[in-house]
């Protein structure tokens, strides 16, 4: 038994001997799948047609040499961009757990908003959108020229699904799809069309 089968056996191979059965569309696949994290995309730009893409996609990620291989650059992305789950989570904590919540989609005093941000440095963290305007009041017989923000927050719901999601505290959900007599719970159902010969 060759070195590179066992190996293969124990899991234990290098990304030098993971490269050398690898083709180029493999490999290319591989490091546009880290980048995109959508498998027909990143097929579509290893070189495989719009119409073969999402197949290749399902195929190439339940390929063990491949699913290795992506196990093996993975780190070389996060170390090269900066980006790993300890920065996501902080990242989507910024969301979560702003204290500007009361502001969302109000119209406050420009002033109002950068007093905000100087008191909470992570405020613009959780900002999707902002919105401004400007108007006119009297102030003692005086015009003054009043500027408004309104302030658009990501979910903080979706934030902290997402971070729940991220660091496993989910409950697995169980289905039921068949019943004690192991049947199907949900019958098949079939529609049937009356024929219209005009429609031929």
């Known amino acids: 038994m060759g070195y590179i089968r066992l190996n ?6 290098t990304r030098e001997e993971l490269e050398k059965i690898l083709t180029p569309k493999e490999r290319a696949f591989c490091w546009r799948y880290l980048v995109l994290r959508n498998g027909a995309k990143a097929a579509r730009e290893a070189g495989y047609s719009e119409n073969t893409c999402s197949e290749i996609a399902y195929e190439y990620l339940r390929k063990p040499h491949l699913k290795e291989y992506l ?21 989507l904590a910024k969301i979560a757990y702003s204290n500007i919540a009361h502001i969302h989609n109000s119209w406050i005093e420009l002033s109002e908003w950068e007093d905000i941000k100087e008191k909470n ?8 959108s902002i919105d401004t305007k400007t108007e006119n009041r009297t102030f003692d017989e005086e015009n003054i020229e009043v500027k408004y923000v309104k302030i658009k927050l990501y979910s903080k ?8 999601k991220m660091l496993g505290y989910n409950a697995a959900i169980k289905t039921e799809l068949t019943g004690k007599d192991g049947k199907d719970l949900m019958p098949p159902t079939y529609v049937f ?3 219209n010969p005009d429609e031929e």
Do not use: H, W
Request: proline share 2%.
């Open 8 to 13: 293969e056996m124990c899991g234990m191979r």
């Open 71 to 91: 196990e093996l650059i993975k780190d070389e992305i996060e170390e090269a961009t900066g980006v790993n789950k300890y920065r996501q989570v902080e990242e």
């Open 121 to 128: 440095p992570d405020a613009l963290s959780a900002v999707e």
């Open 157 to 164: 719901i979706a934030a902290i699904a997402e971070i729940n």
């Open 193 to 195: 069309k009356k024929f």
